[in-house]
């Protein structure tokens, strides 16, 4: 469907709503750089929407409809077809969409695609999805129902550490620890591995969001911009927490 140049989404702006934006250009997997507009919702977490504008490519009126999106809660990104053949300069109304729009081919907008959910489930994106996060990256530990294994990895269900302040259980992920640590009354003397450089921040918060919120925890969510923050903060940390010891402190 076509929209006139002024036309606006059918939905009404929610006023007072939280979200931040951006004009991006992202990058396909065959290197080409296109241009986007992505829109993160304040409380978003795995669901993620790509927009596909009309045969004009990106305009006004699909990154309003990204902006309705995130203030609904949905993080979104519209994308733009012609990056191959018009690049991401900005256009005049000269620009004629069916010259670009007969080059375009079935893989270069799957590889656009492709690289708009990539954005949306990385850092800047708000769509990282945290159960996915887990399967891969605690799951052999921690285990799928977040109760651990006796003795060896200790349970994320009901743990203190888990359900402290926000700053605690990212630092843990962050960092990983060594030494004793006594998690729910049971001493543990394991290593739990540091992620700082496997997940990004958006990553972190989603997984740890959801560990919170499921195996029966209750806690709240985690944001993105708290482990940016305490990234920041212990950059020049080379070692790994030392359990109860240095945890007990962070935890005050
Ligand atoms: C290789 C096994 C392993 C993996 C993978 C792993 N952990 Fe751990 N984790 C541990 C061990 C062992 C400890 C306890 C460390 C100690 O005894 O000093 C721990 C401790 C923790 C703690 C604090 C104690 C508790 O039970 O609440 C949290 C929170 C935690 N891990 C979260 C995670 C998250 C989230 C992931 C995935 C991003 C993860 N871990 C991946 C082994 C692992």
Request: aromatic residues 6%.
């Amino acid at each position: 469907m076509c929209h006139s140049r002024e036309s606006h989404p059918p939905i009404p702006p929610i006023a007072g709503a939280s979200i931040t934006h951006s004009e991006l250009v992202l990058e396909s997997a065959d290197g080409t750089r296109f241009s986007a507009f992505g829109a993160v919702a304040e409380d978003a977490g795995g669901v993620g929407i790509v927009i596909l504008p009309d045969n004009r490519g990106l305009s006004g009126f699909y990154e309003e409809l990204a902006l309705r999106c995130a203030e609904l809660g949905y993080s979104a990104v519209a994308i733009d077809y012609f990056g191959r053949t018009a690049g991401t300069d900005p256009r005049g109304a000269d620009f004629d969409p069916a010259e670009h729009m007969a080059q375009t081919t079935q893989p270069g907008v799957q590889a656009d695609i492709a690289a708009a959910i990539g954005h949306l489930r990385g850092a800047a994106g708000g769509a990282a999805d945290g159960a996915q996060v887990y399967a891969a990256n605690c799951v052999a530990c921690h285990q799928a129902t977040g109760a651990g294994l006796p003795g060896v990895f200790p349970p994320l269900a009901g743990s203190e550490w888990a359900l402290a302040k926000d700053a605690v259980p990212v630092n843990i992920v962050l960092q990983g620890v060594t030494g004793k640590l006594t998690v729910k009354g049971a001493a543990y003397s394991g290593q739990m591995p540091t992620f700082k450089d496997k997940l990004n921040d958006g990553e972190i918060a989603a997984v740890l969001s959801y560990v919170r919120s499921n195996f029966g925890n209750g806690a709240g969510k985690i944001t993105a911009d708290v482990v940016k923050a305490a990234r920041e903060a212990g950059k020049d940390r080379s070692q790994p927490w030392n359990g109860d010891e240095d945890l007990d402190k962070l935890k005050q």
